[in-house]
């Protein structure tokens, strides 16, 4: 199956999975790449210490603003990529019609990739580190 489609999902969508969205935006140009959240902080913009992640590496996702997971983009996605093993667990236990294309974002590590909220920079830093080692993973699989 040709993956067009992906979504990213945490659970803020203010941390985890805007990184993610953003690296696999920068290095797939040609898909279209969304993030949402499980309880998503809705109209938030992405966590300040991920912006600062991110700029470090030229990477601009100030534009990112967060929300829920539904249905819909569920539906749309080809691959949705999760930070933990819960949370594939959570979306398919929600959307049954989900099953099959949930995979951890450290899947190929079988890794999950820890919340940094409210932790500090250097937790961020190592957040950000692991989720493009990820992304990269997943490369020769899109």
């Not at 470090?56 to 249905?71: C, G, P, V």
């Not at 093993?85 to 995979?103: R, Y």
Request: with cysteine.
């Amino acid at each position: 199956m040709q993956i067009q489609n992906i979504l990213v999902v945490c659970v803020g969508n203010i941390c985890r999975s805007p990184m993610a969205e953003f690296f696999l935006k920068n290095q797939f140009p040609h898909l279209s790449i969304e993030s949402a959240g499980l309880s998503a902080m809705v109209g938030h913009s992405a966590d300040d210490k991920a912006i600062a992640c991110m700029d470090a590496l030229n990477i601009d996702m100030r534009s990112h603003i967060a929300r829920q997971i539904n249905a819909e983009l569920i539906k749309k996605a080809d691959l949705i990529l999760v930070m933990s093993k819960n949370q594939s667990q959570h979306i398919e236990q929600k959307w049954p019609f989900a099953k099959g294309k949930v995979f951890m974002l450290g899947h190929w590590q079988n890794l999950n990739v820890p919340d940094p909220y409210k932790h500090d920079q250097a937790f961020f830093d190592e957040t950000c580190k692991n989720i493009q080692t990820y992304v990269a993973d997943w490369q020769s699989h899109l």
